[in-house]
């Protein structure tokens, strides 16, 4: 278990749960769900709010002084997470120091009603949106996230809309384009009649206006994209690819060359 409180890093834990509250260290924003999970499977092999902080701010922080805590520690608050997370915290690393007893808001089909469990499906029920995956691409008409998270579903698209640009859209590196023709558009008509293209400096834009770090897309038959049909449609001498994305958003890619001889798809 010991092992296993190691790769959590406890004392890095608990200073971001001491320090919420602060500047942009919200509870979502410096925890991952992934951490509460492991905090949580690790508390279950051994057996905050304000007013927490300042029990221990009086009394001492563990493990100069021994605490008991006798239960409730969830329900009937607004940081029900933090305080549940610290004490965990506590008992995993201090656990010859620091004791906690269950109450009765510690059983599901009570905090399930008094505010807990709505707490936790509300604050983790979704990732932080980073990464803005579609088909086709951008849109002009596209402002804000919020404009995805309201198209009805299911929806046949019409033209011209957002939904088509979603579907349709091209990507070009125009660039060298607009040097040559200052009066050119960023986005310019699709030579499928439908939808737009737009290049790089489109993406760049895009991104900090939405607050996202990247945007993956596939539909085009390129040397390099997401597009999972090596020798497209026994045309093209094109490779498939998969991206793989890490936590730092760091993208790698896996190549799937043709093979013409065999029919198969040989990796790289």
């Excluded at 492991?38 to 927490?52: G, M, Q, R, T, V």
Aim: proline content about 5%.
């Amino acid at each position: 278990m010991l092992g296993m409180a190691q790769k959590l890093d406890l004392d890095e834990l608990i200073c971001k749960l001491l320090n919420v509250g602060s500047p942009g260290c919200s509870l979502t924003k410096t925890v991952k769900e992934q951490e509460i999970m492991h905090l949580c499977l690790l508390a279950k092999e051994i057996s905050f709010d304000y007013n927490l902080l300042r029990l221990f701010d009086r009394g001492g922080f563990p493990p100069f002084v021994n605490y008991l805590f006798f239960g409730d520690y969830v329900d009937r608050e607004i940081q029900n997470l933090e305080t549940i997370s610290l004490l965990l915290c506590y008992k995993i690393k201090y656990s010859e120091n620091f004791f906690l007893l269950r109450g009765n808001h510690e059983c599901s089909v009570i905090n399930r009603v008094y505010g807990f469990f709505e707490e936790c499906n509300y604050r983790y029920q979704s990732l932080p949106v980073k990464c803005r995956c579609m088909y086709g691409g951008l849109s002009p008409q596209l402002k804000s996230i919020d404009q995805l998270r309201q198209i009805t579903r299911p929806i046949d698209p019409s033209n011209p809309s957002i939904h088509i640009d979603l579907l349709w859209f091209l990507f070009h590196n125009y660039l060298q384009l607009v040097r040559s023709r200052p009066l050119l558009k960023r986005c310019q008509a699709n030579n499928r009649g439908l939808s737009y293209t737009f290049g790089p400096d489109v993406v760049m834009e895009t991104c900090q206006k939405l607050d996202i770090d990247l945007i993956a897309r596939a539909h085009q038959v390129v040397q390099a994209t997401i597009f999972s049909a090596p020798h497209y449609c026994g045309q093209f001498d094109n490779a498939a690819a998969m991206m793989n994305v890490d936590e730092s958003l760091v993208c790698t890619f896996q190549i799937l060359r043709p093979s013409m001889k065999c029919g198969k798809v040989v990796p790289k």
